[in-house]
């Protein structure tokens, strides 16, 4: 059973933009936590973007990677159950395997950490050339 798809990835110069799409169903659908991470070959899984639904402790929160800040934008459209992240500014740096995750809220839960989130989807490939 797909829980979450992702796209919009590609290939484009430093400097431009891509906005990546992540499409919820299923169980992932009802969560509050998404994520975004990355990869790239050779490195360890990455988070970099995070967005929490409305709960008594955190409402409408949204988290970022020292490295995208200002450059990157988390939002997500409830009526569409998809999360979206567009990336300005590009920079090769950037170029990896974006995944989307998803999990609910729990006591000690850390955004940031691959292993607190249940559903992952299967990465989509963002390269930015130099």
């Known amino acids: 059973q797909v829980q979450l798809v992702e796209s919009g990835g590609g290939l484009v110069q430093a400097g431009g933009s891509l906005r990546l799409s992540c499409a919820a169903s299923?169980?992932?659908?009802?969560?509050?936590?998404k994520g975004w991470f990355r990869q790239a070959p050779g490195k360890e899984r990455e988070f970099v973007s995070g967005?929490?639904?409305?709960?008594?402790?955190?409402?409408?929160?949204?988290y970022y990677t020292d490295s995208v800040k200002g450059r990157f934008t988390i939002s997500r459209d409830n009526a569409k159950n998809t999360v979206y992240l567009q990336m300005n500014s590009l920079k090769p740096e950037d170029t990896a395997v974006y995944y989307c995750?998803?999990?609910?809220?729990?006591?000690?839960?850390?955004?940031?950490?691959?292993?607190?989130?249940?559903?992952w989807g299967q990465g989509t490939q963002v390269t930015v050339s130099s």
């Open positions: 299923g169980r992932a659908a009802s969560t509050h936590v």
């Open positions: 995750a998803a999990t609910n809220t729990a006591p000690g839960m850390d955004v940031t950490r691959p292993s607190d989130y249940d559903y």
């Open positions: 967005i929490v639904s409305a709960i008594t402790w955190s409402i409408g929160r949204t």
